[in-house]
């Protein structure tokens, strides 16, 4: 049995993942965590999900539970995540990180962490999501500089960031299959007089409203035709169930940064 912490516990995929955890045949839950001096510090984490109690109270500090864990999932905040890579590299814990939004330096210490525990990152944990960046990889190949690249999400109004970590990660397979730099090719979001669309560039549409669990499509627009691949998360299930089945597949690996490719097998 794979003993997980949650990392952002009480937190939307949080909740999700304590279900997810109890669900998997290999996984128990081993600790949770939230955000020091928050008021649901102390209180038991199958209460707060409805779950009847779990015996487990949401702790403050990772430091003072780090013998109940093996694994720790972490669906927090940037700020959170970037402290957490660098605790679980010091006590030699393997990480699985959810988490979007993180800027250069907390992205660095994520790649600092994976020098010294394995650490499996992915902007989007759902199996039908990974399975369609291989399909987006094969679309750019094969269509190459003969469309318009667009790429649309929407996500829920609470999400904090945009365009959505998944659509980039799109955007990164699909710039990289026609040796374009994202960076330098990416536009998000038009407005005024924007005159002729560039061939090279790569576009971006964000909308946010509602509940919506997370929507995503690439458009390979050209003359005559369209192909279209979409995504459509109806439950964060989908993300829950995926970060709990590459904890248990990371526990025990060699040091270093792994994707949900290399645990799917795609
Ligand atoms: P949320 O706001 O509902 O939950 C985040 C939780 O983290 C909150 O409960 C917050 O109190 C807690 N937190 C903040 N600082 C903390 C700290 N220092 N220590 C411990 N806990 C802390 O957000 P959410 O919708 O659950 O999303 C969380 C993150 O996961 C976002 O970055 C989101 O984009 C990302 N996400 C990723 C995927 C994926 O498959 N990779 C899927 C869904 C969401």
Redesign the pocket.
């Known amino acids: 049995m794979i003993r997980i912490g949650i990392?952002?516990?009480?937190?939307?995929?949080?909740r999700t993942l304590v279900e997810a955890v109890d669900e998997h045949p290999g996984a128990t839950l081993g600790a949770a965590?939230?955000?020091?001096g928050?008021s649901l510090v102390g209180v038991d984490i199958g209460e707060l999900c409805g779950r009847g109690p779990a015996g487990i109270c949401l702790q403050?500090s990772?430091s003072d539970a780090l013998d109940a864990f093996d694994v720790l999932i972490d669906?927090?905040?940037?700020?959170?995540t970037a402290?957490?890579a660098e605790l679980a590299a010091r006590a030699g814990k393997a990480l699985v990180i959810?988490?979007?939004?993180l800027d250069a330096a907390q992205q660095a210490a994520v790649e600092r962490a994976s020098a010294t525990v394995p650490v499996c990152q992915?902007?989007?944990?759902?199996t039908g999501v990974n399975l369609s960046l291989v399909l987006l990889e094969t679309a750019a190949r094969v269509l190459g500089d003969t469309v318009d690249i667009e790429i649309l999400e929407a996500h829920h109004r609470?999400?904090?960031?945009a365009p959505?970590?998944?659509a980039l990660a799109m955007g990164d397979v699909v710039a990289q299959a026609l040796g374009r730099d994202l960076g330098s090719v990416a536009v998000y979001g038009r407005e005024g007089q924007t005159g002729p669309r560039d061939r090279q560039t790569i576009g971006f549409a964000t909308v946010r409203g509602g509940d919506i669990v997370?929507d995503h499509t690439v458009m390979f627009a050209a003359d005559g035709e369209r192909l279209e691949i979409s995504h459509k998360a109806s439950s964060?299930m989908a993300?829950a169930r995926?970060?709990v089945r590459a904890a248990v597949w990371l526990a025990g690996r060699a040091p270093g940064r792994y994707g949900m490719r290399e645990v799917l097998g795609l």
């Open positions: 990392t952002g516990a009480a937190g939307r995929m949080g965590f939230e955000r020091p928050s403050g990772i669906f927090s905040s940037p700020e959170a402290a957490a959810g988490t979007t939004g992915a902007a989007n944990f759902s609470h999400k904090r960031d959505s970590g998944t997370g964060r993300f995926g970060a």
